[in-house]
C-alpha cells in the first residue's frame, strides 16, 4: 500500500477483463477505485470499490459523475475506443492526462495515422483507394486478396479479409456498421509475412522501446482478422527494428508531443521492411507490462495510476531498468481461443497453477459461458493467457508447446472448441 496515494479517487473508464489487472493494483495502492461502463456486471467492475453503468463515452455524463464523486484522478483501461473521451473529460476536469487532442486524433483513426506515419519515414500497410460507391474502376485497381476496416476499429472488430470482388459489399457494409465516424480503408492483405509489435513507454518526455515481440495469429478462421494465437519476446527482428525504425518512430513522437504514457504499435515485416499498423495509446490486452514488471522490474500500471492522481508517473528509472531484451531471457504470452458454443468442460490449467515458469495466468471464459458466433475473429474468443519467463528458448519452446498440448476446451456435445496453435518452430 501507498501511503502517497491511499485514500485518493480513480475514475476508470472501462470493466472489461482486461482492466482487472489494472483495478487489482490501484486497490492493492490503497486507491479508491472507481469503474464505469455501460455494460451492467462487467468484470473488472466486481473488484471495484464502487461502479457505474454510465458509458465511458458519454462525455458530460462522464464529468458529471467525476465531479459528484469528487475523484482525484481518470484513467482509460484498456479500450482504445474510451482514448478520446479520456482526454476530453480530463481536458474538462483539468486533470492529469498523458494525451492530448492531437495525439488522440492521430492514434484513433488508421488513416490519419498512416499519413503522419509516412511523413516520419514510417511505413503503413499499402492501400487502395474505395469509397462507399463501389465504382468499378476503383475496384479493377485492387490487388486481392485485401483487408477491409473501418478506420476507428479495435481488437478485429469490423475486420474482413476479401478474396474477389463480390464480397466488398459485406464486408465495407461490416466495416461501416462498427466505425462510429463511418469510414473506411482498403489494404493490402499482408497474410504471408512476419507479424510483430513494438511497445513503448514515456516519462516526462523521455521515450524508451520497452519490447518488440513476434505474433502469431490463427488461420482456421478464413476471411476474419487474424486473432493472436501468441506473442514471443524478444522479436528475431529486434536487431533490424533498431537500425531501420527506431530513430524515425523517436522523432515522430518528439515532433507530436508525446510526453508520458504507454503506446503498442503492431506492424508487419516483409523483405526488411516494417508496416506499421493498428496504434494503441493505453495499456494492451496482450499485456506486455506483465512480462516487463516481472523482468524489468517496473510496473507500468503504477506509473499510470500515480500519473493520474499526481501527475507524476513517480520515480522509475526508464534508461536503467528498461530493457527490450529483457536481460538476455526469453518470454511469451500464450492465449488459447475457442470456436463458438456453450463451455461444458476445461482442462489443462491445473499444471499452470504449479508452474513457476508462468508467473500470470488471465482467464476470460468460464465454465458455464457461451463464446458466441459474433465473438468469432475477434479478441472475445480468447479462453485465456499465460504469462511465461525462461532462461533459454528451448524451454521457452518446451513450455509453449506443452500448454498448447494439454488446455483443451469441450462444449455441451463433447466437442472440442479449442482452436490449435502457433508453430513452435516459427520461435
Not at 294 to 311: P, V
Request: with cysteine.
Amino acid at each position: 500500500m501507498s501511503l502517497y496515494l491511499e485514500g485518493k479517487k480513480l475514475l476508470i473508464l472501462g470493466g472489461n477483463p482486461e482492466t482487472i489487472l489494472l483495478v487489482e493494483l490501484a486497490n492493492y495502492l490503497g486507491v479508491k477505485t472507481i469503474v464505469t461502463s455501460n455494460v451492467p456486471n462487467e468484470p473488472a467492475k466486481k473488484i471495484a470499490w464502487k461502479s457505474f453503468n454510465v458509458n465511458g463515452m458519454d462525455v458530460s455524463a462522464i464529468v458529471s459523475l467525476a465531479r459528484k464523486e469528487q475523484v482525484d484522478g481518470v484513467l482509460v483501461g484498456v479500450a482504445d475506443t474510451l482514448v478520446p473521451a479520456y482526454y476530453k473529460v480530463c481536458d474538462t476536469l483539468g486533470i492529469p492526462c498523458y494525451a492530448s487532442q492531437q495525439i488522440v486524433d492521430i492514434f484513433s483513426y488508421k488513416d490519419v495515422f498512416k499519413a503522419t506515419c509516412e511523413h516520419y519515414g514510417v511505413h503503413g500497410i499499402p492501400e487502395f483507394y474505395l469509397d462507399e460507391n463501389l465504382n468499378s474502376s476503383d475496384i479493377e485497381k485492387l490487388i486481392f486478396p485485401v483487408m477491409v476496416k473501418p478506420v476507428d476499429g479495435r481488437s478485429g472488430m469490423g475486420m474482413t479479409v476479401c478474396y474477389q470482388p463480390e464480397e466488398l459489399e459485406d464486408a465495407v457494409s461490416k466495416a461501416l456498421k462498427v466505425s462510429n465516424c463511418k469510414r473506411f480503408i482498403v489494404e493490402r492483405y499482408m497474410g504471408d509475412c512476419d507479424d510483430c509489435f513494438v511497445y513503448y513507454t514515456f516519462k516526462d518526455g523521455y521515450c524508451s522501446l520497452s519490447c518488440i515481440a513476434d505474433r502469431y495469429t490463427t488461420d482456421e478462421q478464413p476471411g476474419l482478422s487474424r486473432v493472436c494465437l501468441g506473442a514471443t519476446y524478444p522479436s528475431k527482428h529486434i536487431k533490424d527494428y533498431f537500425s531501420h525504425m527506431h530513430n524515425n518512430m523517436i522523432r515522430m513522437f518528439n515532433n507530436i508531443g508525446i510526453k508520458n504514457g504507454v503506446l503498442l504499435l503492431q506492424a508487419f515485416y516483409e523483405n526488411g521492411v516494417f508496416y506499421v499498423y493498428d496504434p494503441g495509446f493505453r495499456l494492451q490486452g496482450e499485456a506486455p507490462h506483465l512480462h516487463m514488471k516481472a523482468i524489468n522490474g517496473f510496473d507500468q500500471r503504477e506509473m499510470l495510476i500515480r500519473f493520474a492522481l499526481t501527475g507524476s508517473e513517480g520515480n522509475v528509472n526508464l534508461k536503467k531498468q528498461d530493457d527490450p531484451y529483457f536481460h538476455g531471457k526469453y518470454a511469451a504470452t500464450l492465449w488459447t481461443l475457442l470456436r463458438h458454443g456453450k463451455v461444458a468442460r476445461i482442462e489443462g490449467f491445473e499444471d499452470v497453477k504449479k508452474d513457476p515458469h508462468v508467473h500470470i495466468h488471465i482467464q476470460r471464459i468460464h465454465e458455464g459461458d457461451t463464446v458466441d458466433d459474433s465473438w468469432i475473429g475477434t479478441e472475445k474468443q480468447v479462453l485465456s493467457r499465460l504469462y511465461i519467463v525462461c532462461d533459454t528458448k528451448e524451454d521457452l519452446i518446451k513450455y509453449i508447446k506443452h500448454y498448447q498440448d494439454i488446455i483443451k476446451v469441450y462444449d455441451t456435445n463433447g466437442n472440442l472448441m479449442t482452436l490449435k496453435g502457433f508453430d513452435v518452430n516459427r520461435i
